[in-house]
């Protein structure tokens, strides 16, 4: 029997007070807001590195996302696309970056006219995965609109709005001898009412890059 929904409110925010800042809102798509809480349920298949190796599921098992692998020679592209295949957004690593950035396109373009948001780590040295992000229109950057803590190797990163404590999305290791059998890695992603959900799982996809990234370093 599956548990009710928990949602951490920070002080002052939630039912009894004002929403929390920059807590939702549409960013890839209208389509991905949901007035619920939705779990994306992620299968990551360790020892494959080809198209299907990095799914993305509701509840019932119904394909919601799937990752489009880089061609050999293109390791700075990854391609989200939807249940039927269809381009949600292009993920694109700056090679030449201090911070390790990445870009996120609209669909399959790389037009700086399509960019939705930049992700990029905090600092360089980080035991802890932390990354910041910055949609299209803040040039300047020097407040971050989302953020991301916490351990990507335990799968307990979560999502904040802005520089507050307002959690948009957090994810849960669903860790099962059948899967460490199988060599797949399993955990979900519980998003929270009002948030973009395609959002959301293409900071998973950067998540699983950045953590590629830091295994063969």
């Not at 201090?98 to 669909?107: A, C, L, N």
């Not at 190797?153 to 059998?181: N, P």
């Not at 890695?185 to 699983?208: Q, R």
Request: proline share 6%.
């Amino acid at each position: 029997m599956e548990q009710p929904y928990v949602y951490a409110y920070p002080q002052g925010t939630g039912p009894s007070g004002p929403p929390p800042p920059q807590a939702g809102g549409v960013i890839v798509d209208p389509r991905y807001c949901a007035p619920y809480p939705v779990d994306l349920a992620i299968v990551r298949k360790m020892m494959k590195f080809t198209d299907g190796n990095f799914v993305i599921t509701d509840v019932n098992g119904n394909l919601l996302f799937k990752v489009k692998e880089p061609v050999f020679g293109l390791h700075d592209k990854r391609i989200l696309l939807d249940g039927s295949g269809n381009p949600v957004v292009t993920l694109r690593e700056k090679m030449v970056s201090m911070h390790d950035r990445w870009q996120v396109f609209r669909g399959g373009s790389t037009e700086q006219r399509d960019l939705l948001y930049t992700v990029k780590r905090s600092s360089m040295l980080q035991l802890k995965t932390k990354l910041d992000v910055f949609l299209g229109h803040n040039k300047d950057e020097k407040r971050c609109d989302f953020r991301v803590k916490g351990s990507w190797l335990e799968r307990s990163c979560v999502v904040y709005a802005g520089e507050s404590d307002a959690i948009v999305a957090q994810m849960h290791r669903k860790h099962t001898v059948q899967s460490v059998f199988l060599g797949k890695d399993n955990f979900s992603v519980t998003v929270y009412p009002n948030v973009d959900y395609a959002f959301i799982a293409s900071l998973v996809v950067i998540l699983d890059d950045v953590n590629r990234e830091d295994r063969t370093a």
